[in-house]
């Protein structure tokens, strides 16, 4: 039968369908999935579809001939972003199965291969050889060459470009003089003139200097703050500085390589956090290892106008008194401010905040008012069961909180009455 014809009519579940793809959207289950099962084992298409119905409510689902129950553990399988794949999902109001689907051509399509090696996307690739995609692109948009034609043919320019000089190895030409502080146009434009190599042009530049300073340049040796190293990158490499933005102040400045590098080395120590005669990395990497909040140091600082180190005290200070002594809410001990919390179901960050709004409220008046919206959040089943709120409780049961709280503004009734509703209509399809 041609199911392309407009007479065509699929019956299923007692209710007339157009196709049976019509059928699969309504119930939300994919097409592919319902007629590749009916294919395998020879049933009807109604058939297959309550089956699909079935495993979709179990959690069960099939992708690639494979069965899984954790939607997690088959993105990590294929190398697929999970997050990504959830939003996907949610945007464009589809199944499991389909959004895998779309992803797994999407990563199929992107990956590249070169030399028998396969990489997650052709940037992974290019990154992999130390060379800029969008180069590669753009000359590849240049020559008309397909990408990996163009990625082989500028790799062996990249190489090419790559020049030894004194026993090391330099990226370009460029690199080599800057690292001797001569000017690489220069240098070429002397070559050129004379016929002769850039290497020995190069060596007539830097015996040029060597004259006018009076000194000897000992290949690319960088001395900074009595410490010699190796060259510029190498020094850079080991204060922690990058060394494209020293190059880029030297350009924009028109100072020295000292100098550069003497205003990064201080832009550096700037960051730095000491704490009880040890230094830090950053005021995050102290707040991390005593367990104190950054947001609160940096606000405690600000509103008191005090120094970093006085506000990380006094948090610090306020962290062990709350772990150390003995709290009372309503003539019962605890350990804590924490431990009363826990007991009660609540957040301690949420006292903090209300009694800093309040500033004459304290904890007792502080914990009361948490606890009692805490409660008025709470859902309570027909069976007597407690859940956080009805967000939860939706999501546990698979159905829509915008749909439950719409039905209860629309025909007034209570959001237990809404709520079974939607479960029971569920139940029907």
Not at 19 to 32: D, L, N, P
Not at 130 to 146: D, E, M, Q, T
Not at 159 to 185: D, H, L, P, V, W
């Amino acid at each position: 039968m041609n199911i392309n014809n407009s007479k065509y009519i699929f019956y299923a579940f007692n209710k007339k369908w157009k196709s049976i793809r019509e059928c699969c959207k309504y119930y939300e289950v994919r097409y592919g999935s319902v007629m590749s099962y009916k294919r395998i084992h020879k049933c009807t298409a109604e058939e297959a579809i309550a089956y699909c119905r079935n495993l979709k409510k179990l959690g069960i689902f099939y992708f690639k001939k494979v069965r899984w129950t954790d939607l997690k553990e088959c993105c990590d399988y294929y190398n697929i972003n999970y997050k990504s794949l959830c939003t996907y999902m949610q945007k464009n109001k589809i199944s499991k199965e389909e959004a895998l689907s779309h992803y797994y051509q999407y990563y199929k399509y992107n990956r590249f291969t070169y030399n028998h090696v396969t990489y997650d996307s052709f940037a992974a690739c290019c990154e992999a050889y130390n060379i800029k995609s969008v180069c590669v692109r753009r000359y590849a948009r240049k020559k008309h060459f397909l990408l990996r034609h163009a990625f082989a043919s500028y790799l062996n320019y990249h190489n090419k470009r790559k020049m030894y000089f004194c026993g090391q190895e330099y990226i370009t030409f460029t690199s080599c003089c800057r690292a001797f502080g001569c000017n690489a146009s220069y240098v070429s434009a002397y070559a050129k003139r004379h016929g002769i190599s850039r290497e020995e042009a190069l060596k007539f530049y830097i015996n040029r200097i060597e004259k006018q300073e009076g000194q000897k340049i000992d290949s690319r040796t960088f001395v900074f703050r009595d410490s010699i190293y190796h060259d510029l990158s190498d020094c850079c490499h080991k204060l922690g500085i990058n060394v494209s933005s020293v190059y880029g102040y030297m350009w924009r400045t028109k100072k020295g390589k000292v100098e550069a590098v003497e205003y990064y080395y201080n832009k550096k120590m700037e960051d730095y956090f000491e704490w009880e005669s040890v230094l830090y990395s950053s005021l995050s990497a102290c707040c991390t290892k005593f367990d104190v909040s950054l947001k609160a140091v940096r606000n405690r600082a600000w509103r008191k106008n005090c120094s970093i180190q006085e506000a990380f005290r006094h948090c610090l200070r306020r962290k062990q008194s709350l772990e150390t002594d003995v709290f009372y809410y309503r003539g019962d001990e605890y350990k804590n401010l924490k431990e009363c919390c826990e007991k009660y179901n609540i957040n301690v960050q949420s006292v903090h905040s209300y009694r800093f709004r309040n500033k004459d409220s304290d904890y007792d008046e502080a914990i009361d008012y948490i606890r009692k919206i805490t409660e008025n959040r709470q859902f309570i089943w027909e069976d007597g069961s407690v859940y956080e709120s009805i967000n939860s409780f939706c999501r546990m049961k698979s159905i829509s909180v915008s749909s439950v709280r719409d039905k209860v503004r629309k025909k007034g009734m209570s959001l237990q009455e809404a709520a079974k509703y939607y479960i029971e209509r569920n139940s029907y399809d």
